[in-house]
T-cell receptor, first 112, second 113 residues
Framework: DAGITQSPRYKITETGRQVTLMCHQTWSHSYMFWYRQDLGHGLRLIYYSAAADITDKGEVPDGYVVSRSKTENFPLTLESATRSQTSVYFC???????????FGQGTRLTVV | GENVEQHPSTLSVQEGDSAVIKCTYSDSASNYFPWYKQELGKRPQLIIDIRSNVGEKKDQRIAVTLNKTAKHFSLHITETQPEDSAVYFCAASSWNAGNMLTFGGGTRLMVKP
């Protein structure tokens, strides 16, 4: 199916573990973003990518790593998870041409 | 880079009343201003957008106005209904900022029946 998908939808992990959240799109949109949304708060940009092999930091990048070797995939890795990284993570894609940005379903991550 | 501020952070209205959410942006080169609605437990989805060559756009009960001189834009919802209750996000994109899409902090709208 065309679109943007995130996996897993739900994840519980322990403090100190490495965890990777996946984001896949079928449109070949240039831009991809990772946001975190804490309960009752807005969207905070973690990292974004304007094209394959081009990534840049957003507002809250500490503790996260991204890569984009292929246009369609934009994984987000928490190198050593902390409780403060408990959040809902949204991936989004955008053409960069003043059209709609599309969000994935979100991944609810709990760090215990 | 671009900075988008959104007010109010929460808004409570009576069913049938109008609701207005305002956003200001910092980069005068911004040229695209979308609004997203996020229902509880769901992903944000586009509800309306406006480009810098237009001052107002309407779609049924929702409208967006843009004042480029003052660098602010607003979302207007008329005849509010309980299903309008959600978090609304404004955003702006600017070529100066590498064509980034920058979001405001969100407004939680509650429509009381």
């Amino acid at each position: 199916d065309a679109g943007i998908t995130q996996s897993p939808r739900y994840k519980i992990t322990e403090t100190g573990r490495q965890v990777t959240l996946m984001c896949h799109q079928t449109w070949s949109h240039s831009y991809m973003f990772w946001y975190r949304q804490d309960l009752g708060h807005g969207l905070r940009l973690i990292y974004y990518s304007a094209a394959a092999d081009i990534t840049d930091k957003g507002e809250v990048p500490d503790g996260y790593v991204v890569s984009r070797s292929k246009t369609e995939n934009f994984p987000l890795t928490l190198e050593s998870a902390t409780r403060s990284q408990t959040s809902v993570y949204f991936c989004a894609t955008w053409t960069g041409k003043n059209t709609e940005a599309f969000f994935g379903q979100g991944t609810r991550l709990t760090v215990v | 880079g671009e900075n988008v501020e959104q007010h109010p952070s929460t808004l409570s209205v009576q069913e049938g009343d109008s609701a207005v959410i305002k956003c200001t942006y910092s980069d005068s080169a911004s040229n695209y201003f979308p609004w997203y609605k996020q229902e509880l437990g769901k992903r944000p989805q586009l509800i309306i957008d406006i480009r810098s060559n237009v001052g107002e756009k309407k779609d049924q009960r929702i409208a967006v106005t843009l004042n480029k001189t003052a660098k602010h834009f607003s979302l207007h919802i008329t005849e509010t209904q309980p299903e309008d209750s959600a978090v609304y996000f404004c955003a702006a994109s600017s070529w100066n900022a590498g064509n980034m899409l920058t979001f405001g902090g969100g407004t939680r709208l509650m429509v009381k029946p």
